[in-house]
């Protein structure tokens, strides 16, 4: 089984910048589509974005052109890059296989001055 660790959450003020990164174990990572998620606190958890083994991206409208997933199959790593942070992205993120598959442990993220 796949296990995922994420890190790179923080505290960073409006109009600023985070890169999460999720890092897998295993050797099929190459193999897996691999998506974001966030969960604010009260709310559901929500799809942010997926990225595919052919490196195909697709996001969520809230983040569409803040924010862009990549992933290092070398690595066997997949990040978030994050801009222009809003108050509303804060939230727990987590990775996952998509679109099914266990969940990381999460990393925090908020925004606000």
């Known amino acids: 089984q796949v296990h995922l660790v994420e890190s790179g959450g923080g505290l960073v003020q409006p109009g600023g910048s985070l890169r999460l990164s999720c890092a897998a174990s295993?050797?099929?990572?190459?193999?897996?589509?691999m998506a974001w998620y966030r969960q604010a606190p009260g709310k559901q958890r929500d799809f942010v974005a997926v990225i595919t083994t052919t490196y195909t991206t697709s996001y969520a409208d809230s983040v569409k052109g803040r924010f862009t997933i990549s992933r290092d199959n070398d690595k066997n790593t997949v990040y978030l890059q994050m801009n222009n942070l809003k108050p509303e992205d804060t939230a727990v993120y987590y990775c996952r296989i998509f679109p099914q598959g266990p969940w990381g442990q999460g990393t925090q993220v908020t925004v606000s001055s």
């Open positions: 295993g050797n099929i990572f190459s193999d897996l589509f």
